[in-house]
């Protein structure tokens, strides 16, 4: 039986080893996918990243003996493995080179701060996050991050660069595409983490900081998909608002535990 130091040592080095390792080749095809003639290189590589991360995911789950989806740091290498496995599948969906970049990009943002804060990976939880509940709340959560990122990003574009005008009218289509896949996810992740609350608190909802700012970015995506409906013709007040939408999914997800108010949040741990 492997001592908790012991045990801690052996998923931090696997995880400097595993990380770099994906970082460089996540970079690396960043560089080959800007050339036409190695752009089939660059998904090769990328895909290589993909496969390095699910190999050490499996390997942390067996390890931890729970799925790796508890704490932040786990949750940061779970976003890595998505980004960047959405960034392969895409390419083959699409052939956009700047949402290959963007993906690689973002799940290299990720896995480097897992990098220089290795211990999060290893953490003595809390009984609340030992919910069985606490597990899907996250998956689909990290799913419609995601997805809401990808929009906001194309909405990001469309704004800049208005001379890329026959790719943005289609990247609206595919925007709110993306929009209504991620917000169906974000959907069901309130539903499963307010019954995750119930098990865990005996409440569904409190109006805990946290949950009050989830609450205002779901109302954000609603609009959006409203304004989208009743005037589709208003594309640049949609892009804004999918911009700030996105800065208020950050602020739920990030900021808001750097807030004084929510020192004493369910949710910060």
Same mark, same amino acid.
Request: hydrophobic share 55%.
């Given at each position: 039986?492997?001592?908790?130091?012991?045990?801690?040592? =052996?998923?931090? @080095?696997?995880?400097?080893?595993?990380?770099?390792? $994906?970082?460089? +080749?996540?970079? +690396?095809?960043?560089?080959? @996918?800007?050339?036409?003639?190695?752009?089939?290189?660059?998904?090769?590589? $990328? $895909?290589? %990243?993909?496969?390095?991360?699910?190999?050490?995911?499996? *390997?942390?789950?067996?390890?931890?003996?729970?799925? !790796?989806?508890?704490?932040?740091?786990?949750?940061?290498?779970?976003?890595?493995?998505?980004?960047?496995?959405?960034?392969?599948?895409?390419?083959?969906?699409?052939?956009?080179?700047?949402?290959?970049?963007?993906?690689?990009?973002? %799940?290299?943002?990720?896995?480097?701060?897992?990098?220089?804060?290795?211990?999060?990976?290893?953490?003595?939880? =809390?009984?609340?996050?030992?919910?069985?509940?606490?597990?899907?709340?996250?998956?689909?959560? &990290?799913?419609?991050?995601?997805?809401?990122?990808?929009?906001?990003?194309?909405?990001? &574009?469309?704004?800049?660069?208005?001379?890329?005008?026959?790719?943005?009218?289609?990247?609206?289509?595919?925007?709110?595409?993306?929009?209504?896949?991620?917000? $169906?996810?974000?959907?069901?992740? =309130?539903?499963?983490?307010?019954?995750? %609350?119930?098990?865990?608190?005996?409440?569904?909802?409190?109006?805990?900081?946290?949950?009050?700012?989830?609450?205002?970015?779901?109302?954000?995506?609603?609009?959006? &998909?409203? &304004?989208?409906?009743? *005037? !589709?013709? *208003?594309?640049? #007040?949609?892009?804004?608002?999918?911009?700030?939408?996105?800065?208020?999914? =950050?602020?739920?997800?990030?900021?808001?535990?750097? #807030?004084?108010?929510?020192?004493?949040?369910?949710?910060?741990?």
């Amino acid at each position: 039986m492997v001592s908790g130091q012991k045990r801690k040592i =052996m998923i931090d @080095i696997g995880f400097q080893t595993i990380g770099i390792i $994906s970082v460089g +080749l996540l970079l +690396l095809s960043i560089v080959l @996918i800007l050339f036409k003639r190695t752009k089939n290189y660059a998904v090769l590589v $990328s $895909s290589l %990243a993909v496969l390095a991360l699910s190999y050490y995911i499996i *390997n942390l789950w067996i390890e931890l003996h729970r799925p !790796p989806l508890r704490t932040l740091g786990e949750t940061r290498l779970w976003y890595g493995f998505f980004l960047s496995f959405l960034g392969v599948v895409l390419w083959f969906r699409w052939k956009y080179i700047w949402l290959f970049i963007y993906s690689n990009i973002t %799940a290299s943002v990720f896995l480097i701060i897992d990098l220089a804060n290795p211990a999060a990976l290893d953490q003595t939880l =809390m009984p609340a996050l030992q919910s069985v509940w606490f597990v899907p709340h996250v998956v689909v959560y &990290i799913i419609g991050y995601a997805l809401l990122g990808m929009s906001a990003l194309i909405a990001a &574009i469309r704004l800049l660069m208005p001379l890329w005008h026959r790719e943005i009218k289609f990247s609206m289509e595919y925007t709110d595409n993306t929009v209504y896949f991620g917000f $169906s996810f974000l959907t069901v992740g =309130m539903i499963f983490g307010a019954i995750w %609350a119930k098990v865990a608190w005996g409440h569904y909802w409190t109006w805990d900081p946290k949950e009050t700012w989830a609450f205002i970015t779901w109302l954000t995506y609603l609009l959006y &998909i409203h &304004i989208r409906i009743k *005037n !589709p013709k *208003n594309e640049k #007040l949609v892009s804004w608002i999918l911009i700030f939408s996105f800065l208020f999914l =950050m602020i739920t997800w990030l900021g808001i535990q750097y #807030l004084p108010v929510s020192q004493n949040s369910v949710h910060t741990y």
